[in-house]
C-alpha cells in the first residue's frame, strides 16, 4: 500500500472512503466526528441512526469499524471507527492500530482504492501526536490488502504535520 502524509482538511479528501474518527454514538460530535457529520449532511446522520438502532444500539466499541454513505462528502463513503482515550498508565496502542486496521478491512469489504485518514485520537483523546503518527504508520505501511490501495494520512495543521514527517523520516 502506498501511504501519503497530506495537510489539510480531512473533508476535502477526494477519496473512495474517508475514515471517521467517530464518537461510540455514532451520532456526531466534535473535531473530525463534527466536520464530516457536518459538510457530509444528514445522509449521514440517518444512517448512523438506523445503525444505532439496529447493530449498535450500545454504540460502536473503539477499535471497530463501520461504513455509511459520504452524503455531500466528495467521497464515496465514510468508514466510522471509535479510537481510544489515551492513557498513561494503561498501553491503548493496540486499540488504536485496531481503528486503522479495521477501517482498512471495511474498506476492502467496499473495494475502496483510495482512503484517508484521521490521525485517530489525536485531538480531544489526548493521544501524543509521534507516538498517534507512528501507530498509524506501523498499521498503513505493513497492511496486505485485497485492492491496490492509496492511503492518506490527513493532518490537520502545520505543527501537527511537521511532527507526521518528521515521525515518517522525510
Known amino acids: 500500500m502506498d501511504v501519503e502524509l497530506v495537510e489539510g482538511d480531512i473533508t476535502a479528501q477526494r477519496v473512495d472512503v474517508i475514515v471517521n474518527a467517530a464518537n461510540s454514538s455514532l451520532l456526531g460530535g466534535g473535531g473530525v466526528d ?3 457529520h457536518r459538510k457530509g449532511g444528514p445522509e449521514i446522520l440517518a444512517e448512523t441512526r438506523m445503525l444505532r438502532a439496529s447493530k449498535y ?3 460502536l466499541p473503539t477499535g471497530q469499524a463501520v461504513a455509511t454513505t459520504a ?3 466528495p467521497a464515496r463513503w465514510v468508514v466510522h471507527t471509535v479510537g481510544p482515550v489515551h492513557s498513561a498508565t494503561e498501553d491503548r496502542s493496540p486499540l ?3 481503528c486503522y486496521e479495521n477501517a482498512l478491512q471495511v474498506a ?3 473495494g475502496a482504492q483510495t482512503i484517508a ?3 485517530i485520537s489525536a485531538g ?6 509521534d507516538d498517534a503518527v507512528r501507530q498509524a504508520l506501523s498499521v498503513l505501511r505493513s ?3 485485497a485492492h491496490r490501495r492509496t492511503a492518506y494520512l490527513v493532518l490537520f495543521g502545520s505543527a501537527t504535520a511537521a511532527t507526521a514527517r518528521t515521525v515518517a523520516g522525510l
Open 34 to 36: 463534527g466536520a464530516i
Open 57 to 59: 444500539g450500545r454504540g
Open 71 to 73: 452524503g455531500r462528502l
Open 96 to 98: 488504536l492500530r485496531a
Open 108 to 110: 476492502d469489504g467496499l
Open 117 to 119: 485518514f484521521p490521525l
Open 124 to 129: 480531544i483523546y489526548r493521544w501524543p501526536v
Open 143 to 145: 497492511a496486505e490488502t
